[in-house]
C-alpha cells in the first residue's frame, strides 16, 4: 500500500543534543510537509518542499531546519532541542497543484520527548 | 491569530445518533474545507471535502454543509457509531493553488455505545 512512514514512532533526546526525524513516502508526491502538533492545539506547519523548492513558515525557529535528499525522503532536523521542542512531528505529502491536489496524507508522527 | 477556529474542544454522542462538528473561519480566501479524523497515536486522515462553490458534500455517513457567508461549516455523521470516536480536525486552503492548509484545533468526538 502506498504510505507515509516516519521513523522512530518516539524518540527521547536530551536537551541540546541534535535529533533527526525521518520521513519516507511511496505515493511519489511533489510536496511534502512537516508540522508540530502540542496536546489540543492545532498541527503547525514547520515548512515544506514543492520538489526541491523549500518553503520556510516566517515564524519557524532557525532550530529547525530540513533536508529532501530525493522524491521519497524528508528529514526534519532539530539541531539544538528544548523543553519546548517536546511535541508530535506529522509528516505528510500531497501531489500539489490544483483542485483535489491539495489533500494531505499524513503519516503516523513520531512523538519526541526531551530530558 | 486563528483563521480556522473549532470552539468545541469535546463532543459526546449516543450511538445512532447524529454528531455535528462545527468549524468557522475568518479568511474569505480560502476556497477548499476539509475534514480529517485522527486516533491516538496515528497521523490525521483524510475524510471528506468541500469546495467554496458548493454548499453540500455528502459521502456515506458524513456530510458537510458550507454556509460562506456566515464563514461557517459542519460535519454531520449519521447515524454515529462508536468506531467514529476521534479527534477531527477542520482545514482551509487559500484561492491560488496554495499547497498550505490553515488547521482547527480539533474536536474529540466520543460517541457511547
Known amino acids: 500500500d502506498a504510505m507515509v512512514i516516519q521513523n522512530p514512532r518516539y524518540q527521547v533526546t536530551q536537551f541540546g543534543k541534535p535529533v533527526t526525524l525521518s520521513c519516507s513516502q511511496t505515493?511519489?508526491?511533489?510536496?511534502m510537509y512537516w508540522y508540530q502538533q502540542k496536546s489540543s492545539q492545532a498541527p503547525k506547519l514547520l515548512f515544506h518542499y514543492y520538489d526541491k523548492d523549500f518553503n520556510n513558515e516566517a515564524d519557524t525557529p532557525d532550530n529547525f531546519q530540513s533536508r529532501r535528499p530525493n522524491t521519497s525522503f524528508c528529514f526534519l532536523d532539530i539541531r539544538s532541542p528544548g523543553l519546548g521542542d517536546a511535541a508530535m512531528y506529522l509528516c505528510?505529502?500531497?501531489?500539489?497543484?490544483?483542485?483535489?491536489?491539495?489533500?494531505?496524507?499524513f503519516g503516523p508522527g513520531t512523538r519526541l520527548t526531551v530530558t | 491569530d486563528q483563521q480556522v477556529k473549532q470552539n468545541s474542544p469535546s463532543l459526546s454522542v449516543q450511538e445512532g445518533r447524529i454528531s455535528i462538528l462545527n468549524c468557522d473561519y475568518t479568511n474569505s480566501m480560502f476556497d477548499y474545507f476539509l475534514w480529517y479524523k485522527k486516533y491516538p497515536a496515528e497521523g490525521p486522515t483524510f475524510l471528506i471535502s468541500i469546495s467554496s462553490i458548493k454548499d453540500k458534500n455528502e459521502d456515506g455517513r458524513f456530510t458537510v454543509f458550507l454556509n460562506k457567508s456566515a464563514k461557517h461549516l459542519s460535519l454531520h455523521i449519521v447515524p454515529s457509531q462508536p468506531g467514529d470516536s476521534a479527534v477531527y480536525f477542520c482545514?482551509?486552503?487559500?484561492?491560488?493553488?496554495?499547497?498550505?492548509?490553515?488547521f482547527g484545533k480539533g474536536t474529540k468526538l466520543t460517541v457511547n455505545p
Open positions: 505515493l511519489n508526491h511533489n510536496v
Open positions: 482545514a482551509a486552503r487559500s484561492q491560488g493553488g496554495s499547497e498550505k492548509l490553515v
Open positions: 505528510a505529502t500531497s501531489r500539489g497543484g490544483i483542485g483535489p491536489a491539495y489533500e494531505q496524507y
